[in-house]
C-alpha cells in the first residue's frame, strides 16, 4: 500500500473511538454479554415511526431549511420560550447532538482557546476541541465526579474561552447540583466565558430538582436532541438554543457542512414532543437499583442519578486490565481511560435486559473474587 501524504495535521491529533472498537471486537465474539452500548434498549415509539413513514409517504424527503422544519422550530421554540424567560434565546435544529457540538466548537473556538472540560468526560469532547485548534483543560473530579468550583475559577485565565458542561453525564451517570450548576453558570457569566451545556440525557433524570446552568445564566448554549430519550440514535435530530448570535452562527456553519436534518425525522420529532416518556424513566431508574446493588459490595461507586451508565472503581489493576478480563470472559463494558486521564474505572451501560444485566453483574462479581 503507497503512503498517503494529503491527511490534514488536524486529522492526525486525534484517534479512532475507543468504544467504536470495542464494538468491533463484540462482532468477533459468540452472543456476549453486552453491557458496552450506549443506546435505549427499547425500540422508536410507534407513533413516532409513524410520522416518520407517513412523511416519507407523503414525499415530505427534500431538504429542509438550514434553521430546521418550520413546524418543529416553532414547536421548540414555544416550549424553550415556556421554559426560560429570557429576552435573547432562539433555537435551531441540528444534525444530531453531535452535530450541535461540532458547531459549537467551530463557531465559538479560535486557534489556541482554552476549553474546560471536567474528567471523566463523553470521548468526543477533547477530540473536538482539538479539530478545531483548540486546547483541552481537564478538570479532574475523581472520586465523587463532583465540581469544585474553586477548581474551575483557578483554571480560568487570558485564553480560557469555554467551558462544556454534561449533566446528566457519560460515562458516569451523575448529575451536577444545584449548587455546582448555578456556581458554574455565575462564574461564566461574571468571567465573560461562553458555557455549553449537553443535556442529551435530561430526560433520564431520576430525581425533581434537575438544573440546567440556563436557568442563573441567559447566555448558556444548550445542545438537546431526541437521540437518547426516543432511543433515535440513528435518526441524527438534535436541538440547539441559546443567545441568536450564536445559533444564527451556528446554523449558518451547519448551512455548509451538515445542511438540515433529515425531514422525515423532524416529522418524528413533532410527533416525539407529545410522547410521554415516563414509563421509560422508571424502567432505567429501575434497572439502575438493579446493576448498583448488584455491584455495591464489591465495587466502589458513585450512584448514578441520571443517564443510563454507571462507573466503577476496578478491584483490582488498571481499568484496561479488568476491561480485558471481562472480554475474555465474554462480557463486553468499556474502560474508563476512554474517558479520561485516569485509568481506574469502567463504564457499564445498563440500559439492556434484566437478563443481561443479570449476567453481567454475575460475571462482575466473580471476576472481583478472583481475578483468574
Given at each position: 500500500m503507497s503512503e498517503i501524504n494529503w491527511l490534514s495535521e488536524r486529522s492526525h491529533a486525534i484517534d479512532s473511538s475507543g468504544i467504536r472498537k470495542v464494538f468491533d471486537l463484540a462482532a468477533s465474539l459468540e452472543n456476549p454479554t453486552n453491557l458496552s452500548i450506549g443506546q435505549p434498549d427499547f425500540d422508536v415509539p410507534d407513533d413516532?415511526?409513524?410520522?416518520?413513514?407517513?412523511?416519507?409517504?407523503?414525499?415530505?424527503?427534500?431538504?429542509?431549511?438550514?434553521?430546521?422544519?418550520?413546524?418543529?422550530?416553532?414547536?421548540?421554540?414555544?416550549?424553550?420560550?415556556?421554559?426560560?424567560?429570557?429576552?435573547?434565546?432562539?433555537?435551531?435544529?441540528?444534525?444530531?447532538?453531535?452535530?450541535?457540538?461540532?458547531?459549537?466548537m467551530m463557531s465559538l473556538i479560535n486557534p489556541g482557546d482554552e476549553v474546560i472540560i471536567f474528567d471523566p468526560f463523553f470521548v468526543m469532547y477533547e477530540p473536538l476541541v482539538k479539530l478545531v485548534a483548540g486546547v483541552p483543560v481537564l478538570l479532574d473530579t475523581y472520586p465523587d465526579f463532583k465540581i469544585d468550583l474553586q477548581m474551575v475559577e483557578d483554571a480560568i485565565n487570558d485564553r480560557t474561552k469555554l467551558v462544556l458542561l454534561n449533566s446528566p453525564a457519560n460515562p458516569t451517570g451523575v448529575v451536577a447540583t444545584e449548587e455546582e450548576v448555578r456556581g458554574l453558570a455565575e462564574i461564566c457569566q461574571r468571567r465573560g466565558i461562553a458555557l455549553v451545556s449537553d443535556e442529551i440525557y435530561s430526560e433520564f433524570c431520576y430525581h425533581d430538582d434537575y438544573a440546567t446552568p440556563a436557568d442563573y445564566n441567559e447566555q448558556t448554549i444548550v445542545i438537546d436532541g431526541f437521540s437518547k430519550s426516543h432511543a433515535m440514535t440513528g435518526w441524527r435530530l438534535g436541538m440547539v438554543h441559546g443567545p441568536q448570535a450564536v445559533i444564527e452562527t451556528m446554523a449558518k456553519i451547519q448551512q455548509y457542512s451538515f445542511v438540515c436534518a433529515p425531514q422525515p425525522a423532524q416529522w418524528a420529532g413533532l410527533a416525539a414532543m407529545e410522547t410521554d416518556l415516563s414509563e421509560y424513566v422508571e424502567s432505567y431508574k429501575a434497572k439502575r437499583d438493579r446493576i448498583a446493588n448488584g455491584l455495591r459490595d464489591q465495587f466502589e461507586l458513585v450512584q448514578p442519578e441520571g443517564a443510563f451508565y454507571i462507573f466503577p472503581k476496578a478491584p483490582w489493576g488498571t481499568g484496561s486490565e479488568f476491561v480485558k478480563k471481562a472480554i475474555e470472559n465474554n462480557l463486553l463494558i468499556i474502560p474508563g481511560s476512554i474517558f479520561s486521564n485516569a485509568d481506574t474505572h469502567f463504564r457499564i451501560s445498563y440500559a439492556a435486559s434484566d437478563e443481561v444485566i443479570d449476567r453481567g453483574i454475575e460475571v462482575l462479581q466473580q471476576l472481583a473474587a478472583s481475578p483468574d
Open positions: 413516532v415511526k409513524q410520522a416518520a413513514i407517513d412523511a416519507i409517504l407523503a414525499g415530505k424527503n427534500g431538504y429542509t431549511p438550514t434553521q430546521g422544519l418550520p413546524a418543529l422550530v416553532e414547536k421548540l421554540q414555544a416550549e424553550v420560550a415556556s421554559r426560560f424567560d429570557h429576552d435573547d434565546r432562539k433555537v435551531f435544529v441540528s444534525s444530531g447532538t453531535s452535530g450541535g457540538l461540532v458547531l459549537a
